[in-house]
Nanobody, 113 residues
Framework: QVQLVESGGGLVQPGGSLTLACSVS??????????VTWYRQAPGKQREFVAI???????MYADSVKGRFNISRDNGKNTVSLQMNSLKPDDTAVYSC?????WGNGTLVTVST
């Protein structure tokens, strides 16, 4: 069974950086790589797309994070990372990763003084 586990969230000051990780089990990215997407849901708001990385490592970002966030994958470690720089209070949300119909439980990122 495929499982996704996010990690790396926490409290950071505006302008700071965090790197989130999405660890995938139940599938071997070395033999069956899959696209992985990061989403986020802020308090009181709907879940929104953040970034996606394809099998061929093509990437796409939401306009709100373009130029500040970077998504990458390590197939050997079955992990997809989201490096977040120049964080703003509006980036505060629960960040979740998605692979086909599978979702992780999310990790909370809080950007505040």
């Amino acid at each position: 069974q495929v499982q996704l586990v996010e990690s790396g969230g926490g409290l950071v000051q505006p302008g700071g950086s965090l790197t989130l990780a999405c660890s995938v089990s139940g599938i071997d990215f070395n033999t069956k790589p899959k696209p992985v997407t990061w989403y986020r849901q802020a308090p009181g708001k709907q879940r929104e797309f953040v970034a996606i990385i394809t099998v061929s490592r093509q990437t796409m970002y939401a306009d709100s994070v373009k130029g500040r966030f970077n998504i990458s994958r390590d197939n050997g470690k079955n992990t997809v990372s989201l490096q977040m720089n120049s964080l703003k209070p509006d980036d505060t949300a629960v960040y979740s990763c998605n692979l086909e119909q599978y979702w992780g439980n999310g990790t909370l990122v809080t950007v505040s003084t």
